[in-house]
């Protein structure tokens, strides 16, 4: 098992940056594949981005494509998902997520831990 807790969100004015973490518990989380998600309210939870156990590949949603960098540290159990040039409709709670899977990265269904969620708010 694995457990995971986000920190580093806030409030940010548009155009502003963060930087979030995920704190992976466990000897065993380079064997994980690694997700981020949000919801915003009243919203379905949506796919931010995803790395896979050794980092070789990262995906990224459509709406984040060029704004959000996700990488990991094996070392320090830790994923990060920097993001720049926020807008409002970023403005949500965000989850970090494992799976042992292979994928489909971008599905809920395919992660079976998560963490308790940050919250990320854009004001313009």
């Known amino acids: 098992q694995v457990q995971l807790v986000e920190s580093g969100g806030g409030l940010v004015q548009v155009g502003g940056s963060l930087r979030l973490s995920c704190a992976a518990s466990?000897?065993?989380?380079?064997?994980?594949?690694m997700g981020w998600f949000r919801q915003a309210p009243g919203k379905e939870r949506e796919f931010v981005a995803a790395?896979?156990?050794?980092?070789?590949?990262?995906y990224y949603g459509d709406s984040v494509k060029g704004r959000f960098t996700m990488s990991r540290d094996n070392v320090k159990n830790t994923v990060y998902l920097q993001m720049n040039s926020l807008k409002p409709e970023d403005t949500a709670v965000y989850y970090c997520?494992?799976?042992?899977?292979?994928?489909?990265?971008?599905?809920?269904?395919?992660?079976?831990?998560w963490g308790q969620g940050t919250q990320v708010t854009v004001s313009s």
């Open positions: 997520a494992a799976t042992q899977w292979g994928g489909p990265y971008s599905q809920i269904p395919t992660y079976g831990y």
């Open positions: 466990g000897r065993t989380f380079s064997s994980y594949g």
């Open positions: 790395i896979r156990r050794n980092g070789g590949s990262i």
